[in-house]
């Protein structure tokens, strides 16, 4: 069969998209951005505090205690899934570190020879290089978290149960667990390393909350992982859709077990942050905080149906949050009235993303 | 139009697949040559999409043997069959809708840059080669815009490109034009056109009558699991692979 020839391909029937209809502008992540400076400007006419440089470090410290376990969730919500158990994980990640701490600096304690021991005169003196415990304690903790992300991912992605089930069980495992290591006590990060412990967790460098920082870092690493890499790419398809991605030969099972395990370090990671910041690990810390984390996420723009999502909205989302909090303190605000506000943020920031999308 | 004399890219004899006691395939022998146009046509049950899907390796026949490009293979997993170079576009296309037409034309076989121990993604060669494809497809298809955001010409182009990017050597097409528009219909028989100017073989899995006789130089028919009809495009007629559809001619 002969064909005709014909023109070179021309798009003269397909336009192109302008650059303030795709992207960020186009994306809920934009307009909450938007929102949360236009909400700044007010604040600041509002209280002459709130731009001041100790409230600005507030705010940074604040809102990073939440964030870096939004951006982990992030990873989840975009495959489609949902974490449930990142609150009650903080908690036993935590637990976990200080009490490895803790007991690895008794003489006494099982293990503690290999890194402390009682000098002559009573005082205990640490054996190894400073600062050893403290790094085995954090890997401790951080372990937990992956063995944790490990099982929510195996019984998601491997035995096929909903991520909203699994994680939900998982949210009372885990905190059951740590009312049972702790008998419902908290545990104290101790010993010769703790010192290091609250410089790493909430000491600052120059001004600037240690924890920022830590979220600064992994964001970015977010950013290069999500968009420049063949895991991140899979990680969107997956959320897009799930058949396609098993369907072009994408290792479908591997990648939703990474993205629980990622989220299971970050919730650890920053439990860990927060217990410095407390300075003990309560058996009740962090209760409910899962439900902040992916409300944060949402408003930032993750699609809780799959495929969108990103280190920068996880980051304004909770920011957002936190301005509200710090706003509504600053106005001499009832602070019960904090949730309310949040709950109809939650609903505003998805609505307005609908309505943009039916306008296009 | 058969190349007789060149040597079949994908034969068949004998295959045969079971499920329990239910007989899904029986016997099935088929040629199919470079550059050739084949459709598969059929009732619901009649065992074409049992048949595609032992040549695209998600089931292993129960009996006979598969030769490719003149050698026996054996299919474990669909990704052994695209190894050899059989690709398959499904019916609802497998894209997904939240990335680019190029992200998803290259989904799981990204090319990548070496950054000292970190391999990134190569968006500007990946781009470059999508916009190739789609040009090779005479389609107006920008690597860079989201596939939700196209025509389901657009997307069947996506698809096809898929393909191409492996320089596969057969096409399986389920049902390409069963839910688009007339226009977007006449694009995707041009799509299959340019895809055998290219020397690749296309099987069109199709239940419209006219388009597989726009483009098909053979057809063949399956009724109850076994092939009824073979017969080239110009020696038969919409009447008469009707009747072989419906049972009422046994076989020709």
Redesign the interface.
Same mark, same amino acid.
């Given at each position: 069969?002969a064909?005709q020839l014909?023109s070179?391909?021309?798009?003269?029937?397909?336009g192109?998209?302008k650059w303030w209809r795709?992207g960020i502008f186009a994306s809920q992540t934009g307009y909450v951005l938007l929102a949360l400076l236009v909400l700044m400007v007010v604040m600041h006419f509002a209280s002459p505090y709130f731009f001041t440089q100790g409230n600005m470090q507030n705010v940074a410290k604040n809102f990073s205690f939440i964030a870096i376990a939004t951006l982990g969730v992030t990873f989840v919500i975009i495959t489609g899934g949902i974490d449930l158990s990142v609150g009650s994980l903080m908690c036993f990640s935590a637990m976990i570190t200080s009490m490895v701490m803790s007991g690895l600096s008794t003489p006494g304690m099982p293990g503690a020879s290999l890194f402390v021991h009682l000098a002559a005169d009573g005082k205990t003196v640490v054996a190894n290089l400073p600062g050893l415990i403290l790094v085995v304690s954090i890997v401790a903790g951080l372990a937990v978290a992956f063995l944790v992300g490990l099982v929510n991912g195996f019984c998601i992605a491997v035995l096929g149960l909903s991520p909203f089930v699994t994680t939900l069980g998982m949210l009372s495992i885990v905190r059951g667990l740590g009312y049972v290591v702790s008998n419902g006590r908290g545990s104290f990060p101790g010993g010769p390393d703790a010192d290091y412990f609250y410089a790493l967790t909430s000491g600052d460098v120059l001004g600037v909350p240690a924890p920022f920082i830590y979220l600064v870092i992994l964001a970015l690493t977010m950013a290069?992982v999500l968009?420049?890499?063949?895991f991140g790419?899979?990680v969107?398809?997956l +959320? +897009?859709?799930e058949?396609?991605?098993e369907?072009? +030969?994408?290792p479908v099972v591997r990648v939703k077990i990474e993205v629980y395990v990622i989220c299971a370090l970050a919730a650890g990671l920053q439990g860990i942050i927060i217990s410095g910041w407390l300075g003990s690990a309560p058996a009740n810390m962090a209760t409910s905080y899962e439900l902040n984390v992916i409300a944060a996420a949402v408003i930032g723009g993750a699609n809780l149906a799959g495929?969108?999502g990103g280190p920068l909205g996880a980051i304004v989302g909770c920011v957002l949050l936190e301005v509200i909090r710090n706003g509504l303190v600053l106005a001499q605000v009832n602070s019960y009235w904090q949730q309310t506000l949040v709950g109809v943020i939650i609903i505003l920031a998805v609505l307005v993303d609908r309505i943009r999308s039916r306008m296009t | 139009m058969t190349n007789a004399e060149a040597a079949p890219v994908l034969q068949l004899s004998g295959i045969g697949k079971e499920f329990g006691a239910i007989r899904a395939l029986h016997d099935v022998d088929m040629q199919v040559f470079p550059g050739e146009v084949v459709g598969l046509m059929g009732d619901n049950g009649a065992g074409k999409s049992t048949l595609v899907k032992i040549i695209a390796g998600n089931f292993r026949p129960s009996h006979g043997e598969i030769r490719f490009a003149g050698s026996a293979v054996h299919f474990n997993r669909p990704i052994d069959a695209r190894t050899v170079g059989i690709e398959v576009v499904y019916q609802d296309l497998a894209l997904a809708d939240n990335l680019t037409a190029a992200a998803n034309v290259f989904l799981g076989r990204e090319l990548k840059r070496k950054f000292g121990p970190l391999a990134l993604l190569d968006h500007k060669a990946m781009a470059a080669r999508a916009l190739e494809l789609f040009g090779e497809l005479r389609s107006e298809t920008r690597p860079y815009d989201l596939v939700k955001q196209m025509s389901g010409g657009q997307r069947q182009a996506v698809a096809i490109a898929r393909t191409r990017l492996s320089n596969a050597r057969l096409v399986m097409m389920d049902e390409p034009t069963a839910a688009i528009s007339v226009r977007q219909v006449e694009q995707v028989l041009s799509l299959i056109h340019r895809l055998k100017e290219q020397g690749v073989a296309v099987m069109l899995i199709s239940h419209r009558m006219p388009d597989v006789f726009a483009v098909c130089d053979r057809v063949i028919v399956m009724r109850r699991g076994e092939k009824r009809a073979d017969k080239a495009i110009h020696t038969t007629s919409p009447e008469e692979v009707t009747a072989l559809i419906t049972g009422a001619k046994e076989a020709a």
């Open positions: 069969m064909m014909e070179p391909v021309s798009f003269s029937n397909v192109e998209i795709r290069v968009h420049h890499t063949s790419r899979h969107f398809a +959320g +897009g859709n058949k396609a991605a369907l072009t +030969g994408i495929g969108i | -």
